[in-house]
Every structure is written in structure tokens, then in C-alpha cells.
């Protein structure tokens, strides 16, 4: 398995749905999850970040940890055209785990489009 | 607050030629900066992050290399650019534990 892996989609979704995007992540990474929002020709952007069990909502965001399962999840209530983007979810590597210490690992992202 | 500033925005090099992309940063002292690659289809690549002055890791070894001459700036170079080079630059900025923040990109096509 991949440190962090995602669903590429496309996920489309019709107005006002709610999108609902997923991450897996292995035992080289560390608990705590960042979910970033990269428009088409944009850099990515910081939107979430979660670092215990159970939901975190931030307006119609809300990122869940699921650790037994090894599952991150990011809902997006009441989607809106404006949330087409990408969506990536990124841990940084544990200690002693390979990789830079510390430093972030990306999924490579879930494309999500909202139909108006 | 800190921001990056990464140029140029777009960039178009012939297969051979050089290349020097700069980030600088502002509002900070002693960042991690980190430089990262996305290609087309693909995920977001770390190339090189830097702790200090004078201090580059390379995560990948390839046609790229990586300096740091002053505390806010870093500086992503090659000296012959391959194809393979083209994608999407980005420069980050550690802003708090793991929280990145990262600069608007440099979009390299390599011809």
C-alpha cells in the first residue's frame, strides 16, 4: 500500500449534494492529516486538518479520522460550483519510517466537479 | 503574516538549456522551505527542503538540484533541462507543525 492513497475521481456531484472524498494511509505515516483544495492551474491551499479520531467540521467542511480503518475522509455539505477542484489529502512521514521525518506525503489527489 | 513569491509564473525552455527558479519569502525568519513538482497526472512530488542557510536534503535524486544562499530564499537549478522536467513548480513554506503553505507555482514546459 502507498503512504497515502486517493481516489483520482473524477467525483461529480450535483448542486447542493453532499461530495464525500476519501483517503487510506499506511503505518509509515504519522496521525495527523491535512486536506488541501488545488484549483485547475492553482497551487494547493490548506483547508482542513484533523489529528484525532472522530469528526472535525469547519463550516460545510467536516474531515473524519478513522484510525483502526486507516481512513481520512473529507465531506463537503451543500456543495457549490466553486468546490470543483482537486482535493488532496497529505500526512507527514513518521519517525524512523523512511522518507523525511516530519515532512508532508501527498495522495494524488481526488478531482471533484459540482454540476450546477 | 508570510508570503512566498515564486517567478517566473510561466516558463517555456528548450531540452539542453538551464534553469533557475527562484522563491523568496517574507515575514518569517529560519522557515523550512520546500520545493515540489507536480507533472501532469501526477501527485505532488517533494524534491528538496531545506532547514537552514546552506542546508539542502534532495528526496529524489534527478537532473535537479537545490541552494539556499540566504534564509528566505531558495533556489531550484538544473543545468541541462530534460523533457521529463516539465510540470508545475512549487515552493512551501512550513507555517506552523506539518502545515505547509505553499507559493502560486512555476509552470516549466520543457520543448
Known amino acids: 500500500q502507498k503512504e497515502v492513497e486517493q481516489n483520482s475521481g473524477p467525483l461529480s456531484v450535483p448542486e447542493g449534494a453532499i461530495a464525500s472524498l476519501n483517503c487510506t494511509y499506511s503505518?509509515?505515516?504519522?496521525?495527523?492529516f491535512f486536506w488541501y483544495r488545488q484549483y485547475s492551474g492553482k497551487s494547493p491551499e490548506l483547508i482542513m486538518s484533523?489529528?484525532?479520531?472522530g469528526d472535525k467540521e469547519d463550516g460545510r467542511f467536516t474531515a473524519q479520522l478513522n484510525k483502526a480503518s486507516q481512513y481520512v475522509s473529507l465531506l463537503i455539505r451543500d456543495s457549490q460550483p466553486s468546490d470543483s477542484a482537486t482535493y488532496l489529502c497529505?500526512?507527514?512521514?513518521?519517525?524512523?519510517?523512511?522518507?523525511?521525518?516530519?515532512?508532508?506525503?501527498f495522495g494524488k489527489g481526488t478531482k471533484l466537479s459540482v454540476k450546477p | 503574516s508570510q508570503t512566498i513569491h515564486q517567478w517566473p509564473a510561466t516558463l517555456v525552455q528548450p531540452v539542453g538549456s538551464p534553469l533557475s527558479l527562484e522563491c523568496t519569502v517574507e515575514g518569517t525568519s529560519n522557515p523550512n522551505l520546500y520545493w515540489y513538482r507536480q507533472a501532469a497526472g501526477r501527485g505532488l512530488q517533494l524534491l528538496f527542503y531545506s532547514v537552514g542557510i546552506g542546508q539542502i536534503s534532495s528526496e529524489v535524486p534527478q537532473n535537479l538540484s537545490a541552494s539556499r544562499p540566504q534564509d528566505r530564499q531558495f533556489i531550484l537549478s538544473s543545468k541541462k533541462l530534460l523533457l521529463s522536467d516539465s510540470g508545475f513548480y512549487l515552493c512551501a513554506l512550513n507555517i506552523a507543525k506539518n502545515i505547509q503553505y505553499f507559493g502560486a507555482g512555476t509552470r516549466l514546459s520543457v520543448l
Open positions: 484533523i489529528y484525532s479520531n
Open positions: 503505518d509509515r505515516v504519522s496521525q495527523s
Open positions: 497529505a500526512a507527514p512521514f513518521l519517525v524512523g519510517y523512511g522518507g523525511s521525518q516530519g515532512n508532508l506525503i
